[in-house]
């Protein structure tokens, strides 16, 4: 009784970290107004859903649970090797790099929400995930609108073509989520037994969301496609319609392929989407795919793509726009994850993916009608999964992945004949309001809650002290404040061009040498120093070679 008290207290959670996360920027108080108030307030969220999670022990034992559990502790174990065989500093290979912030403690906290998603999973919970998908959707959708417009409350620092990005400060991914958002809606829409105001309603969401898309970035129609074509698939096999959905099925598979070979600039579509953003992007996956196979067991450390990728182009690819043409991801989140942890960690995220998959497969099996909540979860993964292939894991939209991929697999395993929750629940639902958690509860709780603010305050606390140092104005300030604890390597380089840029070359270099002893492996810090007037030839000389080691096949480079 206990337990079911506390797993709706963890359903809670869920919802509230998902619409936390994406809607968070601090830009008054952080150079980062984005990504790092994500990823602080994912740690936070996630570890009180841990200790909620891992005190049911109903959760722990039950057979049905035991392959997800054994993946998630083999994902969790094989990050840990990785950080301990990494030998970068121990504040970017756990918090990640900046503007990322995609490191150890970001997947071990996606990982976390996976398994409250899972464990939280039911009918109610699943139609308020939906409609909280939806609404904080509409919420960017118009917030969207409004910066297309020129109205903002804050001129964030933007360098892409388009000034929509919602809260994700990139247009690519405001158009994403729009692009799930479109995708979810539309399915509601058009396959729901609502009232008509309420279908209405979800199907101009879907417009307007479609509408961003179109003002922000293309990204998001082939994720809203993907996303709705598998809703309609579902309902055309739940509704019999057997050759028409095996049909829209191959239909499906090889528009995916012909993409995907587009993008590699091969077969039919190449001369249409191969532009130089996609060719860059061809670029990454190959250097990612290297670092995978050079690096096969710990890969490169979380959030290295950027330091090996220099190292890991060829010298055909380092031939074209060698200086300009690279970057800190692979834009492509599988093989993200590959080159960061190696291939054992790639296979254990695949093993997720597959593991939702299956329980997608075994639910249309299963099933008899159609459940258009079903569908709608359906359409929002696969619309996630289909942008996870060519982007960048960005928080604010990561949390929606893999909440979505542990509310599949616990919506079939909840939902089993066999499952104690479908025997019980009728019984125990009158008695929800009146239950209190348990003790185990309490306690495991408030350890992870302590656990996750221990680890999530000191890099924001951090990053407000160094905005109020910029502040200032005064170098005696400034300067200082490029060692605040826990280290950032951007606060370095954005110390040392301060200083450069008034004058303060010595001291530069002062800032650029110790960063280089903390990052030898960082291309920016050698490059900048040397280009420093005040460097001594010998220094010159060390920062060319440094540069050279890192970037091989660059033919500028000598």
Known sequence: MKEAAANRYLGMYVLIAVTAITLLVTPFNSVDPVNLPKLCSLIFLSFISAGLAFSQRDFLRNNNYRAVLIIAALFILQLTLVLLVDSRNFAIKFYGIPSRNTGFIAYLSLVFLLLASLRSASNLLIRRYLGALITVGLILGIYGILQSKGYDFYEFDNSYGSNVFGSFGNPNFQSAFMGITAATSLTLAIFGSFKIVTKVTFGLISVLAIYVVSISSQQGFLNFSAGFAAGFIIFLFKKNHLVLGWTFIGIFISSVVTILLGILNQG??????YKSSLQARGFYWRGAINMILNHPFFGVGMDGFGDWYRRSRTAAIASVNASTIVADTAHSIPLDIGASGGLPLLLLYLAFVGLA?????????????FDVLFAALVSAWVAYQAQSLISINQLGIGVWGWTLTGFLIGYEINFRESSQF???????????????????????TFVFT??????????????????????????????????????????????ASILSQNKLDERSIDVLRDASRIYPDTFEIWQRWSINPAAAPADIGHAEAELKRLDPYNPDLK
Not at 268 to 273: C, D, G, Q, S, Y
């Open 268 to 273: 039919p579509l190449a001369e249409v989407i």
């Open 357 to 369: 998959l299956s329980s997608i497969l075994r639910v249309i099996k299963r099933k008899s009608e």
């Open 422 to 444: 479908q025997i019980q629940k009728n019984s125990r639902k009158s008695h929800l309001a009146v239950q209190k958690i348990s003790a185990l509860a309490v306690v495991l």
């Open 450 to 495: 302590g656990a996750g603010i221990a680890i999530a305050f000191p890099p924001y606390i951090a990053a407000n002290k160094f905005y109020k140092a910029l502040q200032s104005g005064d170098a005696d300030v400034i300067q200082p404040s490029a060692y605040l604890q826990p280290l950032d390597r951007s606060r370095f380089l954005y110390v």
